[in-house]
């Protein structure tokens, strides 16, 4: 928070900055190779659908999300116009992807076509860019129907049936329903037609004035489990403690995920492995950690979430690498898993000013954090916290009250997201607010910290 030193003695090797004004830096072990686990098949449906240009709206309906290997899954793709009256469209050749299709001869007369590629990708160009993509049709000679120059169509009220003029005499050319349905559950290998490999699958659908979506299903071989290494669903946000009060039972630990995928999330946990048994197989630490989502509250693309536990028994070192496993299921009811190497992240506590006065922001002095509960400054104004004024604290050293300031907090605040929980400003950083993490200590008086950062080396 604009300080130039931190007071920490005993933790060692990570720092997460404050959410807040300034950069926000997310820990590697964020990164996660997922290896979804055996699915149970679904027939359940799933529509996408996003704007185009025009006032038209492309939609992509897929039979099934989930399908046994073999399985056939049937893509639509229908653009029709969302206003009341006809709707003249001049045609384009604003395509977001190259070389989309609805069969072996390309785009033919429709304006929209997809391509299926290897793995469960975003909406990331470069991604989709450098993505494998299904060969799905025999290479060769074929023979295509007559393509039109097509010049515009004109959209009927609320439909999908459009005249397509392409300077035919009479206009139109023809009057057609644009929607196009295909089939598959094949792709071409080498030199023969093979089922589709278990894995995930991202379908990229596309018309000519840019407007894109995506849309993933995954096919399912009983008892294999689904291999992808280069994509994120979720991201390890944070994994902290142990936090206040101290159960001498065993540490309190927050952790925070985030769905990183473009797919809501309705089922997740996790779960810490600490030692392993005498065949080398990690064993859990306690209970599972359970997240807040389900099919009616789920996860969505871009939010974080954080579970707390008291792990029972449990030993850990801080920044110290161990294997945490993270189930869950998309919606859609494809289930996932995943073992990421994680750490647990200590707190820093504010607490004032030492004689020596080096917690300097850039408009004077600051607070200081320390890596101890029992030296933190508590905050006896939770009810002020709690109001759009906030609570406004003094911070001072009875040996060195030249070097004191003020810290304003607002708690509860849950504007930067999971786990932050309040929001701060201080004298020493005027015009700056930071996210950061609040302790009750009872029903009047709270603690504020952030996660520790590591020692000064050497």
């Not at 039109?148 to 005249?163: E, G, I, K, R």
């Not at 994994?239 to 997740?268: D, K």
């Not at 700056?432 to 000064?456: D, L, R």
């Amino acid at each position: 928070m604009g300080r130039n030193c931190l007071v920490i003695a005993t933790v060692a090797a990570f720092v997460i900055l404050l959410v807040g004004t300034t950069l926000t830096l997310l820990p590697e072990h964020s990164t996660i190779p997922w290896v979804p686990r055996p699915m149970t098949n679904s027939t359940q449906s799933a529509q996408y659908s996003t704007g185009s240009a025009h006032a038209l709206i492309l939609t992509l309906t897929l039979n099934s999300s989930v399908l046994s290997q073999g399985q056939t899954v049937s893509l639509t793709i229908v653009e029709r116009n969302a206003l009341d009256g006809r709707n003249n469209v001049t045609s384009s050749s604003n395509w977001a992807f190259e070389e989309l299709g609805v069969g072996p001869c390309g785009s033919l007369n429709y304006h929209f076509g997809f391509e299926v590629l290897s793995g469960y990708y975003t909406s990331a160009f470069t991604e989709l860019d450098s993505a494998q993509k299904v060969q799905l049709y025999q290479p060769g000679a074929y023979f295509c129907p007559a393509m039109l120059n097509v010049a515009s169509y004109s959209f009927s009220p609320q439909s999908d049936q459009a005249d397509v003029m392409g300077g035919c005499d009479p206009e139109p050319c023809i009057t057609k329903q644009l929607n196009s349905t295909s089939t598959i559950k094949e792709y071409w290998n080498m030199n023969r037609f093979d089922v589709l490999p278990v894995g995930f699958y991202t379908v990229v659908v596309g018309d000519e004035w840019g407007a894109y979506l995506l849309a993933h299903f995954a096919v399912n071989a009983p008892g294999a489990p689904i291999r992808i290494n280069e994509t994120q669903l979720v991201q390890v946000v944070s994994t902290l403690g142990p936090i206040p009060p101290i159960n001498p039972g065993g540490p309190t630990v927050s952790i925070t995920l985030a769905n990183a995928g473009v797919t809501p999330i309705t089922y997740l946990t996790a779960t810490f492995h600490f030692s392993s048994n005498s065949s080398g197989i990690p064993t859990p630490a306690g209970p599972a950690f359970h997240f807040n989502v389900s099919t009616s509250s789920p996860l969505t693309p871009g939010q974080s979430i954080s579970s707390k536990e008291t792990l029972i028994g449990a030993g850990f070192s801080l920044f110290t690498s161990y294997p945490l496993t993270i189930n869950g299921t998309l919606e859609g009811g494809i289930p996932f898993t995943a073992t990421v190497q994680s750490w647990i992240n200590p707190l820093a506590y504010l607490e004032p000013n030492t004689a020596e006065g080096f917690c300097h922001g850039p408009t004077g002095y600051d607070s200081c954090v320390g890596d101890g509960f029992a030296s933190a400054e508590v905050f006896n104004c939770s009810s002020e916290a709690a109001t759009s004024s906030g609570c406004s604290w003094r911070l001072v050293e009875s040996a060195a009250p030249r070097y004191a300031s003020e810290v304003t907090v607002w708690y509860p605040y849950s504007g930067y997201g999971e786990p932050w929980n309040c929001m701060i400003t201080e004298s020493g950083d005027l015009g700056n607010y930071y996210g950061a993490y609040c302790i009750s200590t009872n029903a009047t008086a709270f603690v504020v910290s952030e996660p520790a950062p590591p020692p000064a080396a050497g």
